[in-house]
C-alpha cells in the first residue's frame, strides 16, 4: 500500500535557490528512501536513510529523518536546471518499497 | 554499474491481446520488481520476486502474471491487456538481504492499450 505522501506537489524554483521536499509516512520503517526521475524515465536512487539516522548528506543533498512525526525531508543546495526533474520519497518496511506520489521540480535558469 | 533494461521502450497493443513485458538485470540480483506508474498515483507495486521461481503479489497485482525463470529475468504477463491497463511499466532489482537496500529501475515501457 502506498506509505510516502510528499509535500508540496510541484515546485518552481530560480536556478541557485534551495528546493525543499518533505514526506510523511504512516507506519513503521527500516528505511527511507528518496529516488529522483527525469521525465519519461526510470527511476534513480539518491540517498538513504536508515531509521536509526537523523540526517544525512550526500553533495548537495540533506535528508531528514523523524520517527516520532514519521516525516522525511529533502534538500536539495544551490539547485541546476539539471535538477529538474520529479523526486519521490519510499520507504522500505518487509523488503519491499512504498512510493509516495511524486514532487515535481523545476529549477529555471 | 548495475543494468537493468526492458524489452521496448513504447509498446501499443490492442484490447484482449496477451502482453509480454521483459526485464533483464546483469548484476545477479535475487529481488525483482514490476511497477506500475501512473499520473497522480505514483508507482504502485504489481508483483515482485525474491528468487528464481519465486513470486509474490504487490497491491495491484489483478490482470497480471510473472514469470521468473531465471534469475535475470522478470517477465510482467498482461493475459487479456485492457484499456486501464495503459500505463508506464517500471521494473527494478535488488540485491540479497545481505546487500544494498536500494533498487535498480530500468528505463521503463509505455504500454498504450486501444
Known amino acids: 500500500s502506498q506509505q510516502g505522501e510528499e509535500d508540496p506537489q510541484a515546485l518552481s524554483i530560480q536556478e541557485g535557490e534551495n528546493a525543499t521536499m518533505n514526506c510523511s509516512y504512516k507506519?513503521?520503517?527500516?528505511?527511507l528512501q528518496w529516488y529522483r526521475q527525469n521525465s519519461g524515465r526510470g527511476l534513480v536512487h539518491l540517498i538513504l536513510?536508515?531509521?536509526?539516522?537523523r540526517e544525512k548528506h550526500s553533495g548537495r543533498l540533506r535528508v531528514t529523518l523523524d520517527t516520532s512525526k514519521k516525516s522525511s525531508s529533502l534538500l536539495i543546495t544551490a539547485s541546476r536546471a539539471a535538477d529538474t526533474a520529479s523526486y519521490f520519497c519510499a520507504t522500505d518496511a518487509d523488503n519491499r518499497l512504498a512510493f509516495g506520489k511524486g514532487n515535481q521540480v523545476v529549477v529555471i535558469p | 554499474d548495475v543494468k537493468v533494461t526492458q524489452s521496448s521502450r513504447y509498446l501499443v497493443k490492442r484490447t484482449g491481446e496477451k502482453v509480454f513485458l521483459e526485464c533483464v538485470q546483469d548484476?545477479?540480483?535475487?529481488?525483482m520488481f514490476w511497477y506500475r506508474q501512473d499520473p497522480g498515483l505514483g508507482l504502485r507495486l504489481i508483483y515482485f520476486s525474491y528468487d528464481v521461481k519465486m513470486k509474490e503479489k504487490g497491491d495491484i497485482p489483478e490482470g497480471y502474471s510473472v514469470s521468473r525463470e531465471k534469475k535475470e529475468r522478470f517477465s510482467l504477463i498482461l493475459e487479456s491487456a485492457s484499456t486501464n491497463q495503459t500505463s508506464m511499466y517500471l521494473c527494478?532489482?535488488?540485491?540479497?538481504?545481505?546487500?544494498?537496500?536500494?533498487?535498480?529501475f530500468g528505463p521503463g515501457t509505455r504500454l498504450t492499450v486501444l
Open positions: 548484476m545477479d540480483h535475487e529481488n
Open positions: 507506519t513503521s520503517i527500516n528505511n
Open positions: 536513510i536508515r531509521s536509526n539516522e
Open positions: 527494478a532489482s535488488r540485491p540479497g538481504a545481505s546487500g544494498s537496500n536500494e533498487q535498480f
